[in-house]
């Protein structure tokens, strides 16, 4: 007897079905289907068995086996009919961060993250018919929200590492502005910068907008360039979760979803006037993160709720859950009231075949009833996809376009998404061959075993360390290298232990600290000029910085002398500082406290006079910063954490940082937003070339240890990863510093001077 018993005869595109099957006196058997993906026959089992699968278009299974005593062959057959509509699909893998579909133009904008080899830290118009990507314009560093005004005329973005929003001319691409978001300034995250994480366009008033923050709970509305702050409180206590997600109902009503972790609370906001004023908020029971959708006078949320904009009273919902616990769950919602329909996008894991995989549900809008259902094959797709949607639209005649955590776009159209649908959708831009960095092996040469500070002498072309007391040799003394020559450098012998040493740009001297003094030597005698002695300690690598175009001007820790008298002090304490483009600007900075603050002083005609403070702009990349450094280079500040910051603007302008697909691990703190493992180590900034060196270390433990020591290159003006490299060093690098033009050197913390002769030129 030969029994071929399917689960179902008609299953939902990407259902999983089983079929249970079985032959008793039979010498052979095999399972076969005409499903032209598979691999015939399936299973060539003597006893019976059960197949598990998935289903993709209407197949039948043959069981055929030979009868054992009789040699008769006995078949049976069974067909699984789809019940789901026509749909294709395609994806693509070139760091898309969002979309947004403008319906005037028939473009689809995507924002692309720094990992992305098409256009980095950009947005792309691209037209989903022909698949060409038809404009783009750099926008900053991870553009991670974006939305298009409903009269096409407007793209707002904001920044996932920039605490900035700029608004776009469309479909030109032209920025009207960029303006920034105002620091925290409450709470104990007083002075923290804040990010974007949803931007939504106001209908009827192109002009204004919204922004919800990554970490502190609040909602910016602007108008034009201005912003409107929501009172502190409003949307709940300032420090919780990120979760705060925008819909508009009309030109002057806003609406939040927040506090996810608790059950979510949607609040009610009118923008009319010069502030946010709250109208009421109801608590809705939706504890997945996920985007809301706005439609005909209703608020939808990815947990299936539907709220009335005006009264937020509770309509009929969807037949959905959102169970938080489990850690594959994630979900988006797109509505389309023209057909009738509203989308449900999941991430989850189906425990039949431990699949995580896309499940899409369509639904009648009017009557709530569930129409279709597909699964998608993730493992079918040229790329590897599985990470959480971050975004979902419906777009043109029959299309939805998410996107995902790893900066996939996955485009889905056909009947599945509307009746009579044109399945016009065709290609989607591709990753251009090579990948968005180059992973690369820097060769470098150990020059010194035991070394405490180097400086670049770029007048003579030489390179100063500072040898250790402790070193076997040379102790204590000035080591001088000729690039061309490093094996074989001179020592100038110092009667005390020396612990930083800096080169004016001039040439003209070299400072150098002692004890608790710091003394001026006159180049290329290194003859001494001037001793300074009760300066506060040993000041060490770092907080040594002679004045741009005035030699004999230097800062030691906070304290600039001028010639060998004090100017006075900006800020007491441990600080590092650091000098502007010129002499007329000072900064410094809590590099080992807990605030982690900057205070700056415009030093001209002598004086010193506060000009503002800043606090935790660089230590909240990581969450044990323990010592973080900065070096300056034109108008900005380079942080060792990879934050770029404008102090007179007061804006982090970018952060370096490798993407999610970097497999170094990720720093999973508020800054980041998870996004990305931040550069951590010392920079070095080649402004000529554009490039940005980090000495980075992964798998840290304390601010001497590191697991892996990496040199990264990083695009100045995009922010873009352009190479990593592996540093066989022991311990964080101490200072890394450009020198000879092209080359480059560095200091370990166990003492260890590396060179690295023209790193840019590996292949």
């Known amino acids: 007897m030969?029994?071929?018993?399917?689960?179902?005869?008609?299953?939902?595109?990407?259902?999983?079905?089983?079929?249970?099957?079985?032959?008793?006196?039979?010498?052979?058997?095999?399972?076969?289907?005409?499903?032209?993906?598979?691999?015939?026959?399936?299973?060539?089992?003597?006893?019976?068995?059960?197949?598990?699968?998935?289903?993709?278009?209407?197949?039948?299974?043959?069981?055929?086996?030979?009868?054992?005593?009789?040699?008769?062959?006995?078949?049976?057959?069974?067909t699984i009919a789809v019940s789901t509509p026509a749909l294709r699909f395609a994806a693509s893998d070139i760091g898309v961060n969002d979309v947004a579909w403008d319906r005037n133009h028939q473009v689809m904008y995507l924002a692309l993250g720094a990992r992305s080899s098409v256009a980095p830290n950009s947005i792309v118009a691209f037209d989903p018919v022909t698949g060409a990507l038809s404009g783009s314009a750099f926008a900053g560093s991870e553009p991670n929200t974006i939305a298009v005004s409903d009269d096409g005329s407007k793209l707002y973005v904001g920044f996932r590492s920039s605490n900035t929003v700029s608004r776009f001319s469309v479909p030109a691409l032209t920025r009207d502005f960029t303006a920034p978001i105002p620091m925290n300034s409450a709470g104990t995250n007083s002075g923290h910068p804040q990010f974007a994480l949803d931007i939504a366009a106001a209908p009827g008033a192109p002009g204004k907008f919204a922004v919800s923050l990554q970490t502190f709970a609040r909602m910016i509305v602007y108008d034009g360039q201005s912003p409107m702050l929501a009172p502190p409180g409003q949307l709940g206590p300032e420090i919780r979760q990120?979760?705060?997600?925008?819909?508009?109902?009309?030109?002057?009503?806003?609406?939040?979803?927040?506090?996810?972790g608790w059950g979510a609370t949607l609040a009610r906001y009118d923008t009319g006037s010069v502030t946010v004023t709250p109208q009421g908020s109801t608590t809705v029971n939706n504890r997945v993160f996920g985007m809301l959708a706005s439609d005909a006078g209703r608020i939808y949320t990815n947990c299936g709720h539907v709220i009335d904009a005006t009264t937020l009273q509770a309509l009929p919902s969807f037949a959905r859950s959102c169970p938080e616990t489990s850690p594959y769950t994630n979900a988006q919602v797109a509505t389309d009231s023209a057909n009738n329909r509203v989308f449900f996008a999941e991430r989850l894991e189906e425990a039949v075949d431990a699949s995580i995989l896309y499940k899409i549900d369509v639904y009648r809008e009017d009557t709530r009833?569930?129409?279709?259902?597909?699964?998608?094959?993730?493992?079918?797709?040229?790329?590897?996809?599985?990470?959480?949607?971050?975004?979902?639209?419906?777009?043109?005649?029959?299309?939805?376009?998410?996107?995902?955590?790893?900066?996939?776009?996955?485009?889905?159209?056909?009947?599945?998404?509307?009746?009579?649908?044109?399945?016009?959708?065709?290609?989607?831009?591709?990753?251009?061959?090579?990948?968005?960095?180059?992973?690369?092996?820097?060769?470098?040469?150990?020059?010194?075993?035991?070394?405490?500070?180097?400086?670049?002498?770029?007048q003579r072309s030489q390179l100063y360390v500072a040898v250790a007391q402790d070193a076997a040799a040379h102790a204590g003394q000035i080591a001088i290298f000729d690039p061309q020559r490093l094996d074989t450098p001179s020592y100038v012998a110092r009667p005390t232990p020396v612990h930083a040493i800096e080169v004016t740009d001039d040439g003209q001297f070299l400072y150098v600290t002692g004890t608790d003094s710091f003394e001026r030597l006159r180049l290329p005698t290194f003859a001494s000029e001037a001793l300074v002695s009760g300066v506060?300690?040993?000041?060490?690598?770092?907080?040594?910085?002679?004045?741009?175009?005035?030699?004999l001007t230097v800062a030691v820790g906070p304290v600039i002398y001028d010639d060998i008298t004090p100017r006075g002090v900006l800020s007491g304490g441990s600080m590092q500082p650091a000098w502007g483009e010129s002499a007329d600007r000072f900064y410094v900075f809590d590099s080992e406290g807990s605030g982690f603050w900057i205070d700056s002083a415009d030093t001209s005609n002598g004086g010193i006079t506060p000009l503002w403070h800043y606090d935790n702009i660089f230590s909240s990349v990581h969450p044990f910063p323990f010592h973080t450094g900065f070096t300056q280079s034109g108008s900005l500040l380079y942080s060792d954490t990879g934050v770029v910051f404008d102090p007179e603007a007061g804006i982090v302008t970018g952060i370096f940082a490798l993407g999610p697909l970097s497999g170094h691990g990720v720093v999973s703190v508020p800054y980041s937003m998870a996004f990305a493992t931040p550069a951590w180590g010392p920079v070095a900034i080649d402004a000529a070339r554009n490039r940005a060196y980090v000495a980075s270390c992964v798998g840290y433990t304390n601010q001497d240890d590191c697991g892996l020591n990496f040199l990264q290159v990083f695009d100045t003006r995009t922010y873009a990863p352009l190479m990593i490299s592996p540093l066989d060093v022991t311990g964080r690098v101490r200072k890394l510093i450009r020198v000879n033009e092209v080359d480059l050197a560095a200091i370990a913390f166990d003492g260890r001077v590396i060179y690295m002769p023209n790193p840019d030129s590996v292949d």
């Open 369 to 458: 009833e569930l129409l279709h259902t597909a699964r998608l094959p993730l493992s079918l797709a040229r790329i590897p996809l599985g990470s959480k949607i971050t975004n979902m639209i419906r777009f043109g005649a029959d299309g939805l376009a998410m996107t995902t955590s790893d900066g996939q776009l996955l485009i889905v159209y056909g009947e599945f998404v509307a009746a009579g649908g044109t399945n016009l959708v065709r290609v989607v831009p591709g990753e251009p061959t090579g990948g968005y960095y180059r992973a690369d092996l820097v060769q470098f040469t150990s020059v010194l075993p035991r070394a405490v500070d180097l400086a670049w002498d770029a």
């Open 242 to 260: 990120p979760g705060e997600v925008l819909a508009w109902a009309d030109s002057n009503t806003v609406l939040a979803l927040y506090d996810f």
């Open 536 to 551: 506060g300690g040993a000041w060490p690598a770092g907080f040594l910085r002679a004045a741009p175009g005035r030699p």
């Open 2 to 78: 030969v029994t071929l018993t399917p689960s179902t005869t008609i299953a939902s595109y990407g259902e999983a079905i089983s079929l249970f099957y079985s032959s008793n006196d039979a010498t052979s058997c095999e399972l076969r289907s005409d499903d032209p993906d598979d691999s015939n026959p399936l299973h060539a089992p003597f006893v019976s068995s059960t197949l598990n699968r998935r289903i993709y278009r209407t197949t039948t299974f043959t069981y055929r086996c030979t009868d054992r005593n009789s040699a008769a062959t006995l078949t049976r057959t069974a």
